[in-house]
């Protein structure tokens, strides 16, 4: 599986930031050229089904982060510092437990080593629910998708997904099928936990309900040199919502 890649700045450390469902590395363009600005080689990454990555009919973590580590090797990145959100948090975590030792530090976004219920259905209806056929424009998408979910700011984010083909028709940059089959697998536990000693942050919105303040105690056992960061007035999209504040921690995390 080789995965489609977005490098910004050519000199420093590498940092290697994974998306979360339905996102793409399209979403981390902004933060990437300011982390990069401080000095850091910055890799975003489609994760397979999602964005210019090839699409496969599995999606779970044990291969996402095989997927992780084909690209490491592929572009020769020692010990990178890896960052993923909600899914790609769990994607290096799991990469994490699988390959100790070929990472630097570990920055985890929102999302906890632990089960959470589908709760992404509902979205899945609306998109499906979108006639690519038909639409004229992004407009009419949009007026479909709201019929299913309300906040227009969730909706844009979807619709990034939204595109013309070589034959100027619309598609989707997500392989949706393989996604509503396999939710209930992207909320699942990660398999065989291992502790983890490197360095890690976990970085958590304040208005969020992914990591919890009973979570801790689990995810301090897994990686017991962890710290938790609470980004005050984000909800689950930290680094969209507060992106000031996000690179400001991350910062001083990996500094």
Do not use: C
């Amino acid at each position: 599986m080789k995965l489609f890649s977005r490098q910004t700045g050519e000199t420093g450390p590498a940092i290697v930031i994974l998306h979360g469902v339905f996102g793409s590395s399209d979403n981390w363009l902004t933060i990437s050229k300011t982390i990069a600005a401080r000095g850091y080689r910055v890799f975003a990454l489609d994760q397979r089904n999602h964005g210019q990555s090839p699409r496969s009919n599995d999606q779970d973590y044990q291969s996402m982060a095989v997927d992780l580590r084909e690209f490491l090797i592929d572009h020769n990145l020692d010990k990178p510092i890896l960052v993923g959100h909600s899914m790609g948090g769990k994607t290096v975590m799991q990469y994490a437990m699988l390959y100790p030792g070929t990472f630097q530090k570990l920055v985890v976004v929102d999302i906890a080593p632990k089960f959470y219920p589908v709760h992404h259905a509902e979205l899945i209806r609306g998109l499906k629910a979108i006639d690519l056929a038909s639409i004229k424009g992004r407009n009419e998408a949009d007026a479909v998708l709201q019929q299913y979910e309300p906040l227009l700011p969730v909706r844009q984010f979807l619709l990034k997904n939204l595109y013309r083909n070589e034959q100027g028709k619309f598609d989707w940059r997500i392989n949706i099928p393989v996604i509503e089959r396999e939710l209930h697998g992207i909320g699942e536990e990660l398999i065989n936990p291992k502790i983890v000693t490197e360095p890690t942050l976990f970085m958590r919105g304040s208005e969020s309900p992914y990591i919890l303040d009973e979570d801790i105690p689990v995810i301090k056992r897994i990686f017991p040199n962890a710290q938790i960061e609470t980004i005050q007035g984000a909800g689950h999209w930290v680094q969209a919502e507060k992106p000031v504040e996000f690179v400001e921690v991350l910062m001083k995390f990996i500094a």
